[in-house]
Nanobody
Framework: QVQLVESGGGLVQAGGSLRLSCAASGTIFSINIMGWYRQAPGKQRELVAAITIGGSTNYADSVKGRFTISRDTTKNWVYLQMNSLKPEDTAVYYC??????????WGQGTQVTVSS
């Protein structure tokens, strides 16, 4: 079984920064993509950023230029540096790990609240 544990969420004023961390542990046979998703109240969960095993990254248009995803391959950790935060970034942020199908794992989520 694979466990993902997020940390780093909290309350921040608009324009501020937060860094989310996600630690993956357990029996991990393969990692193809690690990423961050978010879900705001009343909205669907959406992709924020993802990074492949090869280091390629993908970002939602709404966070491009403000958020940076990175990964420590030696520890199976993934990070999300969030700068210039806006109130609309308020959501629960979830870490995701995709291995070879059908291995798809989620963390429990961490709350990010941005006050105006």
């Amino acid at each position: 079984q694979v466990q993902l544990v997020e940390s780093g969420g909290g309350l921040v004023q608009a324009g501020g920064s937060l860094r989310l961390s996600c630690a993956a542990s357990g029996t991990i046979f393969s990692i193809n993509i690690m990423g961050w998703y978010r879900q705001a109240p009343g909205k669907q969960r959406e992709l924020v950023a993802a990074i492949t095993i090869g280091g390629s990254t993908n970002y939602a248009d709404s966070v491009k230029g403000r958020f940076t995803i990175s990964r420590d391959t030696t520890k199976n950790w993934v990070y999300l540096q969030m700068n210039s935060l806006k109130p609309e970034d308020t959501a629960v942020y979830y870490c995701n790990l995709k291995g070879n199908w059908p291995n798809d794992y989620w963390g429990q989520g961490t709350q990010v609240t941005v006050s105006s």
